[in-house]
């Protein structure tokens, strides 16, 4: 394929990275906003961005081939379908691994193929390089990602993924939430995490330090709620090695773990 239109921002960053930007007609408006992606500055600068659900104006480009996933819309791919576009769903990843193996299938399907496995040796290679500058502690640190509603990630979320580079431990996952969960103060009191991380932007620090019932909680007594920019926290690409370093660094040097 020749003019590729990727439906999804983890697969843009993939192919920012392997693919001739000149064969990369088009973006969605996420891959153009910072908030969601670490290649937004280069997308407007390069042009041609649609919404998600400008069906028309995405087969008016012409592509030989658009990049779905799993939240594109079987309504989208039907119209795909009806225009006689091809495309090709990649589906869910968000673990470091899933994303290693789409990295490699995206270079075959585009004919990059040392390119994509250039890149899946470099996420390796850094993946290594961090784990070795890693504190040795004798227990890992309990680490919790609460997001608005109450919703915290388990164990098939790329926080999961960014937690098991690092050597923390997923309170999330721990428990034994498979995707998202919602819980309350009470249940977040009885998980009692080390660490709480929250997305920036939102006023959820101020309100778990301030919460009457979360008073007697580690993250909260010791002052361990920290807050993150969201795309760090969203990232579905090679780019969770960013995520890592800046968790990794929040996380190891928020306090003395001598004593654990």
């Keep these: 394929?020749?003019?590729?239109?990727?439906?999804?921002?983890?697969?843009?960053?993939?192919?920012?990275?392997?693919?001739?930007?000149?064969?990369?007609?088009?973006?969605?408006?996420?891959?153009?906003?910072p908030e969601f992606s670490f290649i937004a500055e280069e997308v407007r600068a390069q042009g041609k961005i649609f919404q998600s659900r400008q069906t028309e104006l995405i087969i008016g480009y012409q592509p030989d081939l658009i990049f779905t996933v799993f939240y594109s819309g079987t309504e989208f791919k039907e119209k795909l379908n009806q225009a006689k576009i091809p495309y090709c769903d990649l589906g869910y990843f968000g673990t470091i691994d899933s994303i290693k193996e789409q990295i490699?299938?995206?270079?075959?399907?585009?004919?990059?193929?040392?390119?994509?496995?250039?890149?899946?040796?470099?996420?390796?290679?850094?993946?290594?390089?961090?784990?070795?500058?890693?504190?040795?502690?004798?227990?890992?640190?309990?680490?919790?990602?609460?997001?608005?509603?109450?919703?915290?990630?388990?164990?098939s979320s790329n926080f999961n993924s960014i937690c098991e580079i690092i050597?923390?431990?997923?309170?999330?996952?721990?428990?034994?939430?498979?995707?998202?969960?919602?819980?309350?103060?009470?249940?977040?009191?009885k998980w009692d995490p080390e660490i709480i991380i929250v997305p920036e932007g939102s006023n959820l620090k101020n309100q778990l330090m301030g919460n009457k019932i979360l008073s007697h909680s580690q993250a909260v007594k010791n002052k361990k709620i920290f807050t993150i920019p969201g795309v760090y926290l969203r990232v579905d690409s090679q780019f969770m090695l960013l995520s890592a370093n800046l968790l990794a660094g929040i996380i190891y040097f928020s306090g003395d773990w001598g004593d654990q």
Excluded: M
Aim: aromatic share 8%; net charge negative.
């Design 104 to 155: 490699i299938l995206i270079g075959k399907i585009i004919g990059e193929e040392s390119n994509a496995e250039a890149l899946v040796e470099l996420v390796n290679e850094k993946v290594q390089e961090l784990q070795e500058k890693l504190p040795k502690l004798e227990k890992p640190i309990r680490v919790l990602y609460y997001d608005e509603g109450g919703y915290v990630p388990g164990i």
């Design 167 to 189: 050597k923390v431990i997923n309170v999330g996952a721990e428990q034994g939430i498979k995707s998202w969960a919602q819980i309350d103060y009470e249940t977040l009191l």
């Design 1 to 33: 394929p020749k003019r590729i239109i990727p439906h999804a921002v983890g697969v843009a960053e993939i192919l920012w990275a392997i693919c001739p930007r000149y064969r990369l007609i088009a973006f969605n408006e996420f891959s153009a906003d």
